[in-house]
């Protein structure tokens, strides 16, 4: 939908293990972010970038970090998984103008 | 970032209009009003902008108070496909990260 698309749609992995989530898109937009939702809550910013190799954190950064070597790939890796971190993991794009946010269908990530 | 304050939840009935009201009192002048929606299981849906002026799309009208610390987003013919969470939130600009709050569950009903 609208071009950005997230892998693994869905994900168990143990506590402790490295996971890697990828957000593909094929709109050559500028900014992409990540964010996460837990229930009851609205989403929450991990972090974003505004350009290859630049990237900043967002309001719950700790536990992960990000990459961004190429325009339409933006990686988001827990090094070490917890159980807190279960949740819907969300990445989005943007680019000044009118449309506003494109957001991905989710990556449903569970931590055992 | 400038608060938004909305209603937990809202109901309607399908095919009348629908008002979700919005407050941001300390809203600053460049800051932008932005509202998405989120259906069960899907992403956020960008639904309208406005800076100061009233606006209008297919989806939807945002109405903006004329000191800013209010506006109204309006579905002007309900239906069931509706039935969301409505977010209000604010931007510092166009392309400035969005920070979600808890929003507005719509309920629309038969």
């Known amino acids: 939908d609208a071009g950005i698309t997230q892998s693994p749609r869905h994900k168990v992995t143990e506590t402790g293990t490295p996971v890697t989530l990828r957000c593909h898109q094929t709109?050559?937009?500028?900014?992409m972010y990540w964010y996460r939702q837990d229930p009851g809550h609205g989403l929450r910013l991990i972090h974003y970038?505004?350009?290859?190799?630049?990237?900043d954190k967002g309001e719950v950064s700790d536990g992960y970090s990000v990459s961004r070597s190429k325009t339409e790939d933006f990686l988001l890796t827990l090094e070490s998984a917890t159980s807190s971190q279960t949740s819907v993991y969300f990445c989005?794009?943007?680019?000044?103008?009118?449309?506003?946010?494109?957001f991905g269908s989710g990556t449903r990530l569970t931590v055992v | 970032d400038a608060k938004t304050t909305q209603p937990n939840s809202m109901e309607s009935n399908e095919e009348e209009p629908v008002h979700l009201p919005c407050n941001h009192s300390?809203?600053?002048?460049?800051?932008?009003i932005h509202w998405y929606r989120q259906l069960p299981s899907q992403g956020p849906e960008y639904v309208i902008h406005?800076?100061?002026s009233n606006v209008n799309n297919r989806m939807a009208s945002l109405a903006i108070a004329e000191d800013r610390k209010s506006s109204t987003l309006i579905l002007h013919r309900a239906t069931l496909r509706d039935a969301a969470v409505y977010y209000c939130?604010?931007?510092?600009?166009?392309?400035?990260?969005?920070?979600f709050g808890t929003g507005t569950r719509l309920q629309v009903f038969p």
């Open positions: 989005a794009i943007t680019t000044l103008g009118v449309l506003g946010y494109t």
């Open positions: 709109e050559n937009h500028r900014y």
């Open positions: 970038s505004y350009g290859v190799k630049d990237t």
């Open positions: 300390t809203i600053s002048g460049t800051d932008y």
């Open positions: 406005g800076l100061t």
């Open positions: 939130i604010l931007t510092g600009g166009i392309a400035d990260k969005l920070i």
